[in-house]
């Protein structure tokens, strides 16, 4: 809108020039070639008076109807930020003492802050873009964790430590008086029970979820646990945090790859238990505790194998002590008549043969816990919520494998003879149930603790329960433990407080660790888009100029 340049215009008299839109007159007229020359340069959209307008046009700009329309609809915030941020003049007439200055007044400063004001609002579209960018790249999945994430798997792994060790305790004492007190010795349909309990660790575990979440309806609150579930079993599979939101493995369906693994693990753990339960009657009591506890020692040689840990030092001295406090609670009180008979009672011939056996079960033990880790655990960086109720739904599924799949040895066993299935008795059936629900309850909190910390950890760890049934047996029977027991179960102990200090100050680094990896790959991928979006102004601005 410009002031008339009009010779006859008078002060004070508003004139209106129709710019980018259409007037409401008619439109008016190029004159004619033929008339006077002084005529034929006039601009189509000429000026108009303010006065000359229509009576029904001029009510549109009479100040109580523009308030009266201002007011009706008054311009929200939102608004306001859209023009600044465009650089497009409001669209709302001025009020306030400016608001009856003549529409068409030229003013060169006006002129200079809209032009001003457009170089301004490319700026802040630069900036409102940059931080846009930047805000929608931090949602993204990254490795950066809470401070205090470390402490927490430690916290909840020294609840599920405690847990395990308490039940197993319950599991050996119970299982140990069915067999040799009730005389219900059926080895492998003991294992079959027991590992076939772990069904029920899922169930348990969605009802105190369920719990937990009283306030979603059950519909909200299953479907979120399932996409739980499946997001995690997509990180187990392809070992990355990202893999949920990658639009190609997304749609790839996981629980075929959790069925294979659940049956290459389960029968790792079933050769495992197996060589137990079959090596007890041909072997020593010393020699069955020592060799099935060097699974310790294996965990870590395929730990170093399959989850490329380094060879550490501390690490290394601290499996080797606690290998040695093993050997000198089984070995240290050779001179005992109980164990001298029980040694003349069998024969050399069998007791290499279940000390082979043995031996195999070790080392399949420490093979299925690393399998475990490396196989059937989400990768580091997961959250411990989320890697705890993976770890027992990953539990019911071997549970569930044993009960469909491992019940076939059952009569084939019995037809040969091998074992020869009995109903226990009422007392032994109380026993056995007690027995099997705390080897449930030992297995889930075991798997936990081998999801939050590391195999080699868990292993030591469970050398502790050594020390825990000696203490158990000694308030039963009265026996008070030898000075070898105590001292190779404080040399376990030992053994395993330099562990966890090594496994935390390891788990420390790798999480600094992977958050500089994962800081340094933002600031490169910001950088190139910086690079890229200068650019791309800068031809803008470059076409701004041309224009």
Known sequence: MTRSDSTDS???DL????SGTESPLPPVHRLSPSSSSKFSFARAPSPLRFNSLPTGIKEEFEPTRQQIRFDADPPSDNDDDDDIMSGRPSMHRPTGPQSHVPLLAEDKRENAGRSRGRSEGIASRQQSFASHRSSFRSRSPTYAQPENVVRRKYIYASFFLILSLISFVVQTETAVYIQHDLHWNKAYCMMYLTHGSWVFLWPVQLAIIRLQNRKLSWPVFWRRHLALLRSTAQMVQSQDLHAPASPVLSKVSPWPYMIKMTAFITTCLTMAGGSWYVAVDLTSPSDLTAIYNCSAFFAYVFSIMLLNDKLRFDKAISVGLAIIGVFVVAYGDKDDSESGSGEEQKGVGAK???NIIIGIGSVAYGFYE?????????????SPGR??????????MVGLFTLTVLWIPLPILHLTGLEVFELPSREAAGLLAISTLSNAVFSGSFLVLMSLTSPVLS???????????????WL??????????????????????????????EMKEEQRKREEEESKALEMSDEDEDVDEEDELGRRRARLSDG
């Open 10 to 12: 008078t002060v004070d």
């Open 15 to 18: 004139t209106f020039t129709p």
């Open 352 to 354: 290499l043969i279940g």
């Open 370 to 382: 690393v399998l475990y880790k490396r196989y059937a655990c989400p990768p580091e960086g997961c």
């Open 387 to 396: 890697g705890m109720i993976f770890a027992n739904t990953f539990g019911s």
């Open 459 to 473: 292993s030591v760890a469970a050398l502790l329960t050594i020390f825990l049934v000696g203490i158990t047996d």
């Open 476 to 505: 039963v029977t009265g026996k008070p433990l030898s000075a070898a027991a105590l001292s190779g179960c404080a040399l376990i102990v030992v053994a395993f407080c330099m562990l966890s200090g090594a496994t935390y100050k």
